[in-house]
């Protein structure tokens, strides 16, 4: 009977083993992929109001408005969540349709930005919570980027030293609201220098520094197995007549270094042969699959 029960104790211990193994980092028990998924999610419209920000005139864009993307890599080693919004969930209740928000940053810069669903519903759709994401990174610090990020403050936080130093100054620089990223201060935290970071180790999710638009900002390369390698752009470029053109908003915490990071990545994506899904683009964005829909 002893022998019995112990056969029967070391099965369990199996099983559960084997589930662990097959299950994500930080997930709700949900079975881990065997490839690297890439989530989009539809995290709103930002109504630009002053083309010339971006040294564009309004008969040089297709559109004045820009995309808010936010992304969830799914690895079989455990979740990445880049960008986390512009508005935060808890600001406003989804009606089913547009719902139009007015932001006002600290500096008094004012922002219009039209939501449809929140982070976390769109979230809970694909499995997961803001609980179980085991990395968040933000692209950069500026509010559109960062709106739920404190809802992410149990995961480990992939940033770079200098952006995390700008970030938690009395007064950040440009159109950061941090209040929306206060609790990361506290979180889990990989200061990452200027090299590539590779988030699982494998080389499908490498944050690439790419420095100008904040003096930490970042991309992000995914490569995946049907679909190819994607690179995120952050704010490298906001429209894609910014890329066509050669023009650097004048906004950019330095110019020169965003133009020397946007070599760089230009650079990379010909070598690779990735795509660039520019975030902010919102043609772009919209040919996209959001949510439950995936890339892999």
């Given at each position: 009977?002893?022998?019995?029960n112990?056969?029967?104790?070391?099965?369990a211990?199996?099983?559960?083993?084997?589930?662990?193994?097959?299950?994500?980092?930080?997930?709700?028990?949900?079975?881990?992929?065997?490839?690297?998924?890439?989530?989009?999610?539809?995290?709103?419209?930002?109504?630009?109001?002053?083309?010339?920000?971006?040294?564009?005139?309004?008969?040089?864009?297709?559109?004045?408005?820009?995309?808010?993307?936010?992304?969830?890599?799914?690895?079989?080693?455990?979740?990445?969540?880049?960008?986390?919004?512009?508005?935060?969930?808890?600001?406003?209740?989804?009606?089913?349709?547009?719902?139009?928000?007015?932001?006002?940053?600290?500096?008094?810069?004012?922002?219009?930005?039209?939501?449809?669903?929140?982070?976390?519903?769109?979230?809970?759709?694909?499995?997961?919570?803001?609980?179980?994401?085991?990395?968040?990174?933000?692209?950069?610090?500026?509010?559109?980027?960062?709106?739920?990020?404190?809802?992410?403050?149990?995961?480990?936080?992939?940033?770079?030293q200098i952006?995390?130093?700008?970030?938690?100054?009395?007064?950040?620089?440009?159109?950061?609201?941090?209040?929306?990223?206060?609790?990361?201060?506290?979180?889990?935290?990989?200061?990452?220098?200027?090299?590539?970071?590779?988030?699982?180790?494998?080389?499908?999710?490498?944050?690439?520094?790419?420095?100008?638009?904040?003096?930490?900002?970042?991309?992000?390369?995914?490569?995946?197995?049907?679909?190819?390698?994607?690179?995120?752009?952050?704010?490298?470029?906001?429209?894609?007549?910014?890329?066509?053109?050669?023009?650097?908003?004048?906004?950019?915490?330095?110019?020169d270094?965003?133009?020397?990071?946007?070599?760089?990545?230009?650079?990379?994506?010909?070598?690779?042969?990735?795509?660039?899904?520019?975030?902010?683009?919102?043609?772009?964005?919209?040919?996209?699959?959001?949510?439950?829909?995936?890339?892999?």
């Amino acid at each position: 009977m002893m022998a019995c029960n112990s056969i029967r104790w070391l099965l369990a211990a199996g099983a559960a083993a084997a589930i662990a193994f097959a299950t994500p980092s930080g997930s709700t028990g949900r079975p881990a992929p065997d490839s690297v998924r890439l989530y989009v999610f539809d995290c709103g419209t930002l109504h630009v109001a002053d083309m010339g920000r971006f040294q564009l005139k309004k008969e040089e864009v297709s559109t004045t408005d820009l995309s808010v993307a936010c992304y969830l890599v799914v690895h079989p080693k455990g979740t990445l969540m880049w960008d986390t919004g512009a508005v935060l969930d808890s600001a406003w209740k989804p009606t089913g349709s547009p719902v139009a928000q007015h932001i006002v940053l600290p500096d008094g810069e004012q922002r219009d930005v039209t939501v449809r669903r929140s982070l976390e519903s769109q979230l809970s759709e694909v499995g997961y919570a803001p609980a179980d994401i085991t990395y968040i990174a933000l692209s950069h610090y500026h509010y559109d980027h960062t709106a739920n990020a404190n809802a992410f403050a149990g995961a480990t936080w992939l940033v770079r030293q200098i952006e995390r130093d700008a970030m938690f100054v009395p007064n950040p620089a440009g159109a950061a609201q941090p209040s929306t990223y206060s609790a990361l201060r506290n979180s889990k935290t990989v200061l990452l220098g200027t090299e590539d970071y590779d988030v699982f180790k494998d080389g499908t999710a490498v944050i690439k520094f790419a420095p100008g638009h904040t003096p930490g900002h970042q991309v992000l390369y995914v490569k995946l197995q049907k679909t190819g390698g994607v690179l995120l752009s952050g704010d490298l470029y906001h429209f894609p007549e910014e890329r066509a053109l050669g023009r650097v908003p004048t906004f950019e915490f330095n110019q020169d270094q965003t133009r020397a990071s946007r070599a760089v990545i230009e650079a990379f994506l010909k070598q690779t042969g990735a795509q660039l899904w520019i975030q902010h683009d919102f043609a772009g964005n919209a040919k996209l699959k959001k949510s439950p829909a995936f890339y892999d």
